[in-house]
């Protein structure tokens, strides 16, 4: 398979940082892993990864959004995971077989860190508190698939739109987020035809507005209250696992993230 082609971005340009994982490492944890990252910018609708490919790298958002999807037979599709600046693309599948479990694509553009699995595994197998780190992740990602699939078994499709509205609220340090009916129908494996009927009625409820390809959240009470109990399962359990790289979007909120220790 041919590898897909990343956008670079020249290194002055990147504060890696930026991502909340590499935020919460100790100094010394961070200068290990920092000559070997470097920047890549994502533009919305791009493909990094079809089932089955090879990862090579760790991918580690700033301002963007991938979504990790599973796309069936027949050609629908289903949400599986999300990852934001809370979290990184390949630490999970590089565990194990280090082939993409699904298709990775960006939902919002913007740019993230990258370094090759193998130099990240280099640098974990000599820091503890990075190998920590890691495996608190992987935890966390997977409490958040379990009750997905719990999600989509008993909760309505309106639930876990607003459900999905939240997580890229979270991700993003603005109240307007890329979000189109398609995009949304494939995440939630309905019509486009439902989504229009859900987002207009949140629309009518005040909860957001909606433009070209975007959704404005206006009232983020309501769409907390709209969704299913499972966004705030999930959100508790990041907090519990990594509580320093996990936004609190529910009250003002202006700590910075805490080191990993």
Not at 133 to 146: K, S, Y
Not at 156 to 164: G, H, L, Q, T
Request: hydrophobic share 40%.
């Amino acid at each position: 398979m041919k590898p897909h082609v990343y956008a670079t971005i020249s290194a002055p340009r990147i504060n890696h940082r930026a991502n909340r994982l590499l935020a919460a490492l100790e100094p010394d944890d961070f200068a290990a892993l920092e000559p070997h990252l470097h920047g890549i910018s994502l533009r919305q609708d791009q493909v990094l990864y079809e089932t089955g490919d090879p990862l090579r790298h760790a991918t580690f958002p700033h301002d963007t959004v991938v979504s990790l999807v599973a796309v069936l037979k027949d050609g629908r599709s289903a949400e599986m995971a999300v990852y934001g600046r809370e979290g990184a693309l390949g630490l999970v599948s590089s565990m194990t077989a280090r082939q993409s479990f699904g298709r990775c694509i960006v939902q919002a553009a913007g740019t993230a860190s990258q370094i090759e699995l193998e130099r990240l595994h280099e640098v974990i197998s000599i820091r503890p508190k990075v190998r920590q780190l890691v495996l608190h992740f992987t935890e966390a990602m997977m409490a958040r698939v379990l009750q997905n699939v719990a999600c989509n078994a008993v909760h309505s499709v309106e639930e876990r739109c607003c459900r999905w509205i939240l997580s890229m609220h979270d991700r993003l340090d603005r109240d307007t987020v890329p979000l189109t009916h398609e995009f949304l129908a494939n995440m939630l494996g309905v019509q486009r035809s439902t989504v229009s009927s859900i987002t207009r009625a949140l629309q009518e409820a005040g909860f957001i507005r909606q433009g070209r390809g975007v959704i404005t959240v206006m009232d983020r009470t309501g769409l907390e209250r709209a969704s299913c109990e499972c966004y705030g399962t999930v959100r508790r359990s990041f907090e519990r696992l990594l509580p320093y790289t996990y936004r609190n979007t529910s009250t003002a909120d202006s700590r910075q993230p805490r080191r990993c220790s």
